[in-house]
């Protein structure tokens, strides 16, 4: 028999628990290195996802050296996914930015800085004040974000920012806007417990947001899971139902099933007429959805039709419906998110337990991006447009008005092709790894290629954007700074700073304050000296708004309390208890966001994808998430050597059998994915999972998106990952 050694410490994958570190023999591991015995601990909240999980940092000498998840927080509730058990190795990472880069050479921030304010002072003086924009992300703290927003608008004089939130949640957003008059997502997670159905459109939370799908395992009502996706996902395994619907043919099913329902009997007809308007237009507008209709467009027979929308009758009042990328990323996607939204209006699954329209966010703080990025949307989810709201800001804010610009800034894609057009000349990147991640990636490369200045700044200097830089400015990642997260159920969480940044790597907050030095503008944001001043500052901008936060008094509350729900103003500020504060949602007394507190009804007819398959390119790619190590670029998750282990070494391609058989490919054979645009290799791995035609590739590699077809929702100008199309040819073995 052979005897293995003793697992260190350093792999272990589990609770660093008291009785670990006392007898570590007993769960097979050698001594606690000196290094890793903690003498205190502190609280944070995980930095991938939009979950926001609760993780208990272990200290030694005042630095993390480990993590468990909180058992205390009301999101997680002591559990954490792969991603969040190794927030800490991937800050150890060799290719951290340690020093600023000037044309790939090291250089001082002195240097680094007078260069920044040289060559962006001279694109925006000789271009004017479009020439230049910046793009944010929902990776950064929202004090960061916000701060980089109004310097770059109020300070810095540019017009143009938006944000890698664009990619993942603008969708939710403007449908959102639209149905309730304002973005706000109206769920809390304890309505995954309290379903008696729960609808997953465009969703794999199994994978994609896993602690989620651990609340909806803690349900003990014998709930209903139903799942809408056109692979059969981890997600649609273990579903009682499954819809294997033709790629973006939702709006259509979502149509259908509202048909259905009208014609079944399945209405709040009280809640229809007291909480929402043009329902009788979109009951006409539907009335052409029939069954046969649907079944032929969707590739869904009509009596599993009828059985979902049976479900959804017989199971109201607890039906939640929930969607993500499969939704948002999408040709139609606002239209989709919005027939989501008619469903649960029409059926009154809104504003109570177990129920909900609810958008799951991608990023950490996305949703802090959307109220606090100040790139389409005035500061606290305000409009630029408006003049009593950039008064409003100013006031807040200290700054002048007239430095506050009266348009909202052009959409990611829109500033892409303003580059390609040469009217943006200088781009600044923060926290965001485009061109791996952008849609139709060669060509955003090029476009890249050809400005007069191009900034990043991130925590890694061997980013694929990074490495077209001119100048990289080296970023303290989570961990090695504070500030304040928002997580999807709109929980504002804290994250302290527990380790030092390598080498002279600053926080984002910390070179933004340096920027307005450098630039001259330090004077308009010398009360914005550090993350809880600023959080100061916008509690006063969110004031009046559906997202009012000035009833929480300062980090120190959040920490204490597990977080806090927006919103949260003075009033109930005053009355606030922890434990009574725990769960809240939205819209429970059926009064919404619009001038006469009533939901829209919003629909528009179908349009056809514009990457159809054709006789070159017979199949459609999806594509989407790979495993749960593994997190959008990989920027940070390759980094870990536990999370590796979790992921195929090559780039496999899902490929259903009949197609693998007609292409005569076999399993594990190498094959060329071909779109008009691209071409790459990978492995095929044949599989029921995908249907006939289509063929599924994760994201996370640096080529997919070289083959995606760049269209964008026109409401959203959200890109379209999920239909382009490819053909798929074997190579000969070598």
Same mark, same amino acid.
């Given at each position: 028999m052979?005897t293995?050694?003793a697992?260190?410490?350093?792999?272990?994958n589990g609770?660093l628990?008291?009785?670990?570190?006392?007898?570590?023999?007993?769960?097979g591991?050698?001594q606690?290195?000196?290094?890793?015995?903690?003498?205190?601990?502190t609280?944070?909240i995980c930095g991938?996802?939009?979950?926001?999980?609760?993780?208990k940092? #272990?200290?030694k000498d005042?630095?993390?050296? $480990?993590?468990?998840?909180?058992?205390?927080y009301?999101?997680?509730?002591g559990? !954490?996914?792969p991603?969040?058990?190794?927030?800490l190795?991937?800050l150890?990472a060799p290719d951290r930015?340690?020093?600023p880069?000037?044309h790939g050479k090291e250089?001082d921030w002195?240097?680094?800085?007078?260069?920044?304010?040289?060559k962006? %002072?001279? *694109?925006?003086?000789?271009?004017?004040?479009e020439?230049?924009?910046?793009i944010?992300?929902?990776?950064i703290? &929202?004090?960061?974000?916000a701060?980089?927003g109004?310097?770059?608008k109020f300070g810095?004089?540019?017009?143009?920012g938006?944000?890698?939130t664009?990619?993942?949640?603008?969708t939710?957003?403007?449908?959102y %806007?639209?149905?309730?008059?304002?973005d !706000?997502p109206?769920?809390?997670?304890?309505?995954f417990?309290?379903?008696?159905?729960l609808?997953?459109?465009?969703a794999n939370?199994?994978?994609?947001?896993?602690i989620m799908?651990?609340?909806?395992?803690?349900?003990k009502?014998?709930?209903?899971?139903i799942?809408?996706?056109p692979?059969t996902?981890e997600?649609?395994?273990?579903a009682t139902?499954?819809?294997?619907?033709r790629?973006?043919?939702?709006l259509?099913l979502?149509?259908?099933?509202?048909h259905?329902? @009208?014609?079944q009997g399945?209405?709040?007809?009280? &809640?229809?007429?007291?909480n929402?308007?043009?329902?009788d237009?979109?009951?006409?507008?539907?009335?052409d /959805?029939?069954?046969?209709?649907?079944a032929?467009e969707t590739g869904v027979?009509?009596?599993?039709l009828h059985l979902?929308?049976?479900?959804i009758i017989t199971?109201?009042?607890?039906v939640?419906?929930w969607?993500?990328?499969?939704v948002n990323?999408? #040709?139609?996607?606002?239209?989709t998110?919005?027939?989501?939204?008619?469903?649960a209006?029409m059926?009154? $699954?809104?504003?109570?337990?177990g129920t909900?329209?609810n958008?799951i966010?991608?990023q950490?703080?996305?949703?802090?991006?959307?109220?606090?990025s100040n790139?389409?949307?005035?500061? =606290?989810?305000?409009? &630029?447009?408006n003049?009593?709201?950039?008064e409003k800001v100013a006031?807040?804010?200290? @700054?002048?008005v007239?430095?506050?610009?009266?348009?909202p800034s052009?959409?990611y894609?829109?500033?892409?092709?303003?580059a390609e057009?040469?009217?943006?000349?200088a781009?600044?990147f923060v926290?965001t790894?485009?061109?791996?991640?952008?849609?139709?990636?060669?060509?955003?490369n090029r476009?890249?290629?050809?400005?007069?200045?191009?900034v990043v700044q991130?925590m890694?200097?061997?980013?694929e954007?990074?490495?077209r830089?001119h100048?990289?400015l080296p970023?303290?990642?989570? =961990?090695?700074k504070?500030g304040?997260f928002?997580?999807?159920e709109?929980?504002i969480g804290?994250?302290?700073k527990v380790?030092r940044a390598?080498?002279?790597?600053l926080a984002?907050?910390?070179?933004f304050r340096?920027i !307005?030095?450098?630039?001259?503008?330090?004077d308009l944001?010398r009360g914005?000296?550090?993350?809880?001043a *600023?959080f100061?500052v916008?509690?006063?901008?969110?004031?009046?708004?559906?997202?009012d936060i000035?009833?929480?008094?300062g980090h120190?509350?959040?920490?204490?309390s597990?977080?806090?729900?927006?919103?949260?103003?003075?009033v109930?500020?005053? %009355?606030?208890?922890v434990?009574s &504060?725990?769960?809240?949602?939205l819209?429970?007394?059926?009064?919404? /966001?619009?001038?006469?507190k009533k939901?829209?009804?919003?629909?528009?007819a179908?349009q056809a994808?514009?990457d159809?398959?054709?006789?070159? /390119?017979?199949?459609?790619?999806?594509? =989407?998430r790979?495993?749960?190590?593994?997190?959008h670029?990989e920027?940070?998750?390759a980094?870990?050597a536990?999370l590796?282990?979790?992921?195929?070494?090559?780039?496999?391609?899902?490929?259903n059998v009949?197609?693998?058989?007609?292409?005569?490919?076999?399993?594990g054979?190498?094959v060329?994915?071909i779109s008009?645009r691209?071409?790459l290799t990978?492995r095929?791995?044949?599989?029921?999972c *995908?249907?006939?035609g289509e063929?599924?590739l994760?994201?996370?590699?640096r080529?997919?998106n070289?083959?995606?077809?760049?269209?964008?929702d026109?409401?959203s100008?959200?890109?379209? /990952?999920?239909h382009?199309?490819?053909? *798929?040819?074997?190579?000969?073995a070598?």
């Amino acid at each position: 028999m052979i005897t293995l050694p003793a697992p260190t410490f350093r792999e272990w994958n589990g609770p660093l628990t008291a009785d670990l570190v006392r007898e570590p023999a007993k769960f097979g591991l050698g001594q606690v290195p000196a290094h890793l015995m903690p003498d205190a601990t502190t609280k944070a909240i995980c930095g991938f996802c939009s979950t926001g999980c609760g993780l208990k940092l #272990h200290l030694k000498d005042g630095e993390a050296v $480990n993590l468990t998840p909180d058992p205390d927080y009301p999101v997680n509730l002591g559990t !954490a996914c792969p991603k969040g058990w190794e927030a800490l190795s991937v800050l150890d990472a060799p290719d951290r930015a340690r020093m600023p880069l000037l044309h790939g050479k090291e250089v001082d921030w002195d240097t680094a800085l007078r260069y920044f304010c040289e060559k962006m %002072k001279g *694109v925006l003086d000789q271009h004017g004040p479009e020439a230049a924009a910046f793009i944010s992300t929902g990776q950064i703290m &929202f004090e960061e974000m916000a701060f980089l927003g109004a310097l770059s608008k109020f300070g810095m004089g540019m017009i143009h920012g938006d944000g890698n939130t664009r990619q993942c949640m603008a969708t939710a957003v403007a449908a959102y %806007k639209e149905s309730f008059g304002f973005d !706000a997502p109206p769920f809390t997670y304890a309505d995954f417990e309290e379903s008696d159905c729960l609808v997953f459109i465009g969703a794999n939370p199994c994978i994609a947001h896993p602690i989620m799908w651990q609340r909806v395992l803690r349900n003990k009502r014998s709930p209903q899971v139903i799942v809408v996706d056109p692979r059969t996902t981890e997600t649609a395994m273990a579903a009682t139902q499954h819809y294997a619907i033709r790629p973006k043919s939702d709006l259509t099913l979502l149509y259908g099933l509202a048909h259905l329902i @009208i014609s079944q009997g399945g209405l709040d007809e009280s &809640f229809i007429r007291e909480n929402t308007n043009g329902f009788d237009e979109f009951a006409a507008f539907v009335a052409d /959805y029939t069954p046969a209709k649907v079944a032929e467009e969707t590739g869904v027979a009509e009596e599993r039709l009828h059985l979902f929308a049976q479900t959804i009758i017989t199971r109201t009042p607890r039906v939640s419906f929930w969607w993500t990328m499969g939704v948002n990323q999408g #040709h139609q996607a606002t239209r989709t998110a919005q027939a989501i939204i008619n469903l649960a209006l029409m059926t009154g $699954n809104i504003g109570k337990p177990g129920t909900g329209a609810n958008s799951i966010t991608g990023q950490c703080n996305a949703m802090g991006s959307r109220l606090f990025s100040n790139t389409t949307n005035l500061l =606290g989810g305000h409009d &630029f447009r408006n003049p009593r709201h950039r008064e409003k800001v100013a006031g807040a804010t200290g @700054i002048p008005v007239e430095r506050i610009p009266d348009r909202p800034s052009l959409a990611y894609d829109q500033i892409i092709d303003a580059a390609e057009a040469g009217t943006v000349r200088a781009l600044w990147f923060v926290a965001t790894n485009p061109s791996h991640s952008w849609i139709d990636q060669s060509r955003f490369n090029r476009i890249l290629d050809k400005l007069d200045f191009l900034v990043v700044q991130d925590m890694y200097c061997t980013t694929e954007t990074a490495q077209r830089a001119h100048l990289v400015l080296p970023a303290a990642g989570w =961990g090695e700074k504070e500030g304040c997260f928002i997580n999807s159920e709109r929980r504002i969480g804290h994250s302290p700073k527990v380790r030092r940044a390598p080498g002279q790597a600053l926080a984002d907050f910390h070179i933004f304050r340096l920027i !307005a030095h450098y630039w001259g503008c330090e004077d308009l944001f010398r009360g914005w000296t550090s993350p809880e001043a *600023v959080f100061r500052v916008l509690q006063r901008c969110t004031e009046g708004q559906p997202c009012d936060i000035t009833g929480i008094n300062g980090h120190e509350m959040i920490r204490r309390s597990g977080g806090v729900q927006w919103p949260l103003d003075r009033v109930e500020g005053s %009355k606030f208890k922890v434990q009574s &504060f725990k769960e809240r949602r939205l819209f429970e007394d059926g009064q919404f /966001y619009t001038p006469d507190k009533k939901a829209k009804f919003i629909f528009d007819a179908p349009q056809a994808a514009p990457d159809q398959r054709s006789a070159e /390119y017979p199949l459609i790619l999806i594509t =989407g998430r790979g495993t749960s190590a593994q997190w959008h670029t990989e920027t940070r998750t390759a980094k870990s050597a536990v999370l590796a282990k979790m992921v195929p070494e090559e780039l496999m391609l899902d490929l259903n059998v009949s197609d693998a058989l007609k292409l005569r490919i076999k399993e594990g054979m190498r094959v060329r994915v071909i779109s008009p645009r691209a071409e790459l290799t990978a492995r095929a791995r044949l599989t029921t999972c *995908v249907s006939p035609g289509e063929v599924f590739l994760p994201m996370h590699d640096r080529r997919v998106n070289q083959l995606t077809h760049a269209s964008f929702d026109p409401h959203s100008r959200q890109p379209s /990952y999920k239909h382009s199309a490819v053909r *798929v040819e074997a190579m000969a073995a070598k």
